[in-house]
C-alpha cells in the first residue's frame, strides 16, 4: 500500500512564494507518475501538475504555466510543487497523488492513491 504525506502549506499574501513537498512510502516510487492536485469547498479536485517517473514528462494547468513547478527526487522518495507569484484563486487544499504509470494523467479518477492534503491559503 501507498503512503503519501503532503507538507508545507501554509496562509502567505499575494505575489509570495510556497513550496509543497510530499514523501512516499510502501512501493517503488520510480514506478509511479506523481501529480498535484488541488480543492477548493464545492469543487472537484483540480489538476495542478504531473511528471512521470523521471522528469521527462511535466504538464501543468494552465492556471499555474510559468508560476508553479513540480520536479521529484527518486532517491528521497519526494515530489514537490514550488509555486511563485501566488494569488488569492491559488487557494485551496493541496493533494499529491500517486499513480502506477509511465505517462501522466488528468482525471482524478485515475490516481490510485491520494495525501491527506494540506492547506494553502493566500490573501489578497
Known amino acids: 500500500q501507498v503512503q503519501l504525506v503532503e507538507s508545507g502549506g501554509g496562509l502567505v499574501q499575494a505575489g509570495d512564494s510556497l513550496s509543497l513537498s510530499c514523501t512516499f512510502a510502501?512501493?517503488?516510487?520510480?514506478?509511479?507518475?506523481m501529480s498535484w492536485f488541488r480543492q477548493t469547498p464545492g469543487e472537484g479536485r483540480q489538476f495542478v501538475a504531473g511528471m512521470n517517473w523521471n522528469g521527462g514528462t511535466t504538464l501543468y494547468a494552465d492556471s499555474v504555466k510559468g508560476r508553479f513547478t513540480i520536479s521529484r527526487d527518486n532517491a528521497k522518495n519526494t515530489v514537490f510543487l514550488q509555486m511563485t507569484d501566488l494569488k488569492p484563486e491559488d487557494t485551496a487544499v493541496y493533494y499529491c497523488?500517486?499513480?502506477?504509470?509511465?505517462?501522466?494523467?488528468?482525471?482524478?479518477?485515475?490516481?490510485?492513491?491520494w495525501g491527506q492534503g494540506t492547506q494553502v491559503t493566500v490573501s489578497s
Open positions: 510502501g512501493r517503488t516510487f520510480i514506478s509511479y507518475s
Open positions: 497523488a500517486a499513480l502506477m504509470s509511465i505517462v501522466v494523467v488528468f482525471g482524478a479518477d485515475d490516481y490510485n492513491y
